[in-house]
């Protein structure tokens, strides 16, 4: 049963001379029954209280549990888009990598193409180089032959010459000398 303050409310305003004419164990009685349902009310008030501080800890239990379970998926959404970053950056940086690689293979190929042209152009300047001195021994051989040949000529014609100018001597002294052999 649970106590109403208004109820002790009616008691107290009941006429007093009633009251007078109550035996004062019943009163004790009623004292002692008003008491108890005070007591059995704050007992209720207190368990009340008590039940409404327990659900209010649930609650609040219930509250912090979920709020970390935000934070702990929060935390991972977190580390998921930082390892997805760091995943982007190390691509990325493979990537710069990769192609600074290529441009230095591009550049040593290139490198190497142009000291090959660069061989082929020595080598295009020496038979070039070559095919002149040859072709300026042949012209010294052959202006060697013509020189050689006309030294032959000069001197073959000034042989014949000094041979023909000296038969005549001597056909002179020959015919000289046969007829005063003949005479």
Not at 61 to 86: F, G, I, K, P
Not at 88 to 104: E, F
Not at 165 to 174: E, H, M, P, S, V
Request: some cysteine.
């Amino acid at each position: 049963m649970i106590f109403r303050p208004w109820c002790l409310g009616l008691v107290l305003l009941a006429p007093l001379p009633a009251l007078a004419q109550v035996p004062s164990s019943e009163i004790d009685a009623v004292f002692s029954a008003q008491q108890q349902q005070e007591e059995q009310y704050r007992s209720a008030q207190a368990d009340q209280r008590e039940r409404e501080q327990r659900d209010r800890q649930v609650q609040a239990r219930h509250s912090q549990a979920q709020a970390d379970a935000r934070l702990a998926r929060e935390n991972e959404r977190v580390a998921s888009a930082r390892a997805s970053q760091q995943r982007d950056q190390s691509y990325q940086d493979q990537l710069r990598a990769l192609a600074i690689q290529r441009q230095v293979l591009d550049l040593q190929a290139v490198k190497t193409r142009v000291a090959r042209e660069n061989d082929y152009i020595d080598r295009d300047l020496a038979k070039k180089g070559a095919e002149t001195d040859v072709t300026e021994s042949e012209a010294i051989a052959t202006r060697n032959l013509s020189m050689g040949a006309r030294t032959l000529l000069e001197r073959t014609g000034e042989a014949e010459v000094d041979a023909a100018a000296l038969g005549k001597t001597r056909d002179t002294a020959i015919d000289g000398v046969g007829s005063a052999h003949a005479r």
